[in-house]
């Protein structure tokens, strides 16, 4: 199943089209300077952005184990200006005790991070606060804007086909004195829309402590979009699931 409309930066983007011809491959395909190439690719997801701005409604859903916690609805912003973009996710309350949490991405490639937590003035973060959670679950901001995109080493491993996609996969390395639970990253890139397959992320010890898959799709004017993601936390094996209703928009 080739993916015509795909998820950005793990950001709803309903606007996304593939930019090239479908890409196959028999086996995997290594090439011969992984930095070099590795760099390139990134470049190219960095360069990617909405061509509109839209609003969708969602709904995230956390579990421990199989134990359903909670949901609660949320609303995603996605902004398109002539010097970047934001995708604000937006935890609804009772006028300014709604929560905003806000991925900024310039057009350099560049990414910052903002919160404005009910009648507070919104706050850019810094260091390890990239790392708050969404409404309280296994998504942060610092997972959501692909922070580890702009770690220094970055390697292609090899192109391969990954969940029946032909992929670009990708090694992320933090840099010393990274302050995330993470400090290196595998993700699986559709080399036809630059869209994560699956991204998984280790601690210092080589053990899997994050895996982000998109995993359920909704064909829509014969396109497929996105409807749901999910994230994986380990050891403590907890879930969270966002939802999204890829046919309605908020007003």
């Not at 997801?45 to 969708?56: D, F, H, Q, V």
Request: glycine residues 8%.
């Amino acid at each position: 199943m080739k993916l015509f409309l795909w998820l950005l930066s793990l950001q709803v983007v309903v606007g996304l089209t593939a930019a090239g011809a479908n890409q196959t491959f028999s086996g995997p395909i290594v090439p011969a300077n992984p930095e070099a190439a590795g760099e390139e690719l990134v470049a190219k997801l960095l360069s990617l952005r909405p061509t509109e701005s839209m609003t969708n409604r969602a709904t995230l859903t956390t579990y421990s184990n199989r134990t359903k916690l909670g949901s609660i609805p949320l609303i995603i912003e996605v902004t398109a200006g002539e010097t970047g973009w934001t995708t604000t996710y937006v935890e609804p309350g009772q006028g300014s005790a709604a929560e905003r949490l806000t991925v900024a991405k310039a057009n350099d490639g560049s990414t910052t991070y903002h919160a404005k937590r009910h009648d507070e003035p919104q706050k850019t973060l810094s260091g390890g606060e990239a790392f708050t959670p969404i409404a309280g679950s296994d998504f942060t901001l610092a997972d959501v804007g692909m922070e580890f995109l702009h770690w220094p080493t970055q390697r292609l491993l090899k192109k391969e086909v990954r969940r029946t996609q032909s992929c670009d996969k990708l090694e992320s390395i933090a840099p010393h004195g990274w302050p995330g639970d993470y400090v290196r990253v595998l993700s699986w890139f559709d080399v036809d829309t630059g869209g994560p397959v699956v991204v998984e992320a280790y601690n210092g010890k080589g053990k899997l402590v994050k895996e982000f898959r998109p995993t359920k799709f909704e064909k829509v004017d014969g396109q497929y979009r996105v409807e749901e993601i999910e994230m994986n936390t380990f050891p403590a094996k907890t879930r969270s699931i966002i939802r999204f209703d890829v046919k309605a928009s908020a007003p």
